[in-house]
């Protein structure tokens, strides 16, 4: 027995005529024993020393230590995992929450547990009032509510209980865990869902459009299909340069560059040259289609059908009072221009004639030269942020 304090318990017996008590561990060390030390009380009533009692208390013990650490391990788990645990009584309407369900709730433990006092969002009480009643009465609860915290953020909080009958009456065991994260999940993908459904619906009359007009402009089968191809290449590159920045708006270097590469023209015979400018989904497309067209003109017939031709593209904010302009210059050099009207507009002609974004068009003798304008209507706020794109 492992019981060094026993002269010292039993000289206090013998001064204070009180028991003591104590657990000691016996020569085993997995054994426990629970020790009583009492004043000893002759016939004569006289205190004649102390009486020392043992008492086996090793299963107890590791029974409460098991209970103990499982305790431990079961507020942990709840603590990594996010999801508390709580009982409600249905007969007294007492509940029960473990200290996980006070954090969620962000609440304290001495707050009271009612459905009117806890910090529901004001468009969500009345679901919570009814979802509770419901409760009641059916013996399942699995809702959602959104809280309000006490740094006035909102909190998505899901709690799912099922009744459970007991000699002490009904009462429902259930857990309350933080879905925030998974509520915002959903929302984005509504709205990425919302906004694939736009860009197919935009993507689809862009393309439409694209095969009506290269019916007009085209002169047989052959150059019909290699028109679209083209054009159709031009659109797919610049979805797969949204696809790959993962951006709302597109740097127009990044897109002059990637149609002029498509070219394979040869370094020297190419200038691009301009400040940062990020431009909008729709506004890409057109910029796309319309340096397309003027590539393919250019490959075809001005300046990167010479090896003496150069192709200059650059381009500048304009501002003015009210809004600022975007103006792209392209022009091509060491070429002559033949100044015969054309018997009929292109596609390209008609691309940019039906985009009043897109303006202006000049031919000069010694070269050809085109200037494209975009306008924008930036509110000073937009001006202050060019991430939003024009």
Same mark, same amino acid.
């Given at each position: 027995?492992? /019981?060094?304090?026993?002269?010292?318990?039993?000289?206090?017996?013998?001064?204070?005529?009180?028991?003591?008590?104590?657990?000691?561990?016996?020569?085993?060390?997995?054994?426990?024993?629970?020790?009583?030390?009492?004043? /000893?009380?002759? @016939? #004569?009533?006289? *205190?004649?020393?102390?009486?020392?009692?043992?008492? +086996?208390?090793?299963?107890?013990?590791?029974?409460?230590?098991?209970?103990?650490?499982?305790?431990?391990?079961?507020?942990?788990?709840?603590?990594?995992?996010?999801?508390?645990?709580?009982?409600?009584?249905?007969?007294?309407?007492?509940?029960?929450?473990?200290?996980?369900?006070?954090?969620?709730?962000?609440?304290?433990?001495?707050?009271?547990? #009612?459905?009117?006092?806890?910090?529901?969002?004001?468009? !969500?009480?009345?679901?919570?009032?009814? !979802?509770?009643?419901?409760?009641?009465?059916?013996?399942?609860?699995?809702?959602?509510?959104?809280?309000?915290?006490? !740094?006035?953020?909102?909190?998505?909080?899901?709690?799912?209980?099922?009744?459970?009958?007991?000699?002490?009456?009904?009462?429902?065991?259930?857990?309350?865990? +933080?879905?925030?994260?998974?509520?915002?999940?959903? =929302?984005?993908?509504?709205?990425?869902?919302?906004?694939?459904?736009?860009?197919?619906?935009?993507? $689809?009359?862009?393309?439409?459009?694209?095969?009506?007009?290269?019916?007009?402009?085209?002169?047989?089968?052959? +150059?019909?299909?290699?028109? $679209?191809?083209?054009?159709?290449?031009?659109?797919?590159?610049?979805?797969?340069?949204?696809?790959?920045?993962?951006? %709302? %708006?597109?740097?127009?270097?990044?897109?002059?560059?990637?149609?002029?590469?498509?070219?394979?023209?040869?370094?020297?015979?190419?200038?691009?040259?301009?400040?940062? *400018?990020?431009?909008?989904?729709?506004?890409?497309?057109?910029?796309?289609?319309?340096?397309?067209?003027?590539?393919?003109?250019?490959?075809? /017939?001005?300046? $990167?059908?010479?090896?003496?031709?150069?192709?200059? @593209?650059?381009?500048?904010?304009?501002?003015?009072?009210?809004?600022?302009?975007?103006?792209?210059?392209?022009?091509?050099?060491?070429?002559?221009?033949?100044?015969?009207?054309? $018997?009929? =507009?292109?596609?390209?002609?008609?691309? *940019?004639?039906?985009?009043?974004?897109?303006? %202006?068009?000049?031919?000069?003798?010694?070269?050809?030269?085109?200037?494209?304008?975009?306008?924008?209507?930036?509110?000073?706020?937009?001006?202050?942020?060019?991430?939003?794109?024009?």
């Amino acid at each position: 027995m492992n /019981y060094p304090e026993l002269q010292n318990d039993a000289r206090k017996v013998l001064r204070t005529l009180a028991q003591v008590e104590r657990e000691v561990s016996g020569s085993e060390e997995d054994r426990q024993f629970l020790v009583r030390v009492l004043p /000893y009380r002759s @016939v #004569d009533n006289f *205190i004649a020393g102390v009486v020392v009692t043992f008492l +086996d208390i090793t299963i107890p013990s590791r029974t409460e230590a098991a209970l103990r650490s499982s305790e431990r391990r079961f507020s942990e788990a709840q603590q990594l995992a996010g999801i508390g645990v709580w009982e409600w009584n249905l007969e007294t309407d007492l509940r029960w929450w473990s200290p996980v369900v006070h954090q969620l709730w962000g609440v304290s433990s001495e707050a009271a547990l #009612d459905e009117s006092s806890l910090p529901v969002h004001p468009d !969500d009480r009345e679901k919570l009032a009814d !979802d509770f009643a419901r409760a009641r009465q059916t013996g399942e609860l699995d809702h959602e509510w959104r809280v309000i915290l006490p !740094d006035r953020s909102v909190r998505w909080l899901a709690s799912t209980g099922r009744l459970e009958s007991t000699p002490g009456g009904r009462r429902m065991l259930g857990v309350t865990q +933080d879905v925030t994260l998974r509520k915002q999940t959903e =929302n984005r993908l509504t709205l990425l869902l919302g906004e694939l459904q736009h860009r197919v619906r935009n993507i $689809l009359g862009v393309v439409r459009s694209l095969v009506e007009r290269s019916v007009r402009s085209s002169t047989s089968i052959h +150059d019909l299909a290699q028109n $679209l191809s083209g054009r159709l290449d031009s659109l797919a590159r610049t979805q797969n340069v949204f696809t790959r920045v993962g951006d %709302a %708006a597109l740097d127009l270097e990044e897109l002059v560059r990637d149609e002029l590469t498509a070219a394979a023209p040869r370094e020297e015979q190419i200038e691009v040259e301009g400040p940062p *400018i990020r431009l909008r989904r729709e506004a890409s497309e057109t910029f796309a289609l319309a340096l397309h067209e003027l590539t393919t003109n250019a490959i075809k /017939y001005g300046a $990167l059908s010479d090896p003496s031709g150069h192709l200059s @593209v650059t381009w500048r904010v304009v501002r003015t009072s009210l809004k600022e302009r975007l103006s792209l210059e392209w022009r091509e050099t060491g070429v002559r221009a033949v100044n015969i009207k054309p $018997l009929r =507009n292109g596609f390209g002609r008609d691309l *940019i004639a039906a985009r009043p974004a897109l303006r %202006a068009r000049r031919h000069h003798l010694a070269g050809i030269r085109a200037r494209r304008r975009a306008s924008a209507h930036r509110s000073a706020a937009e001006q202050q942020d060019r991430g939003s794109g024009w």
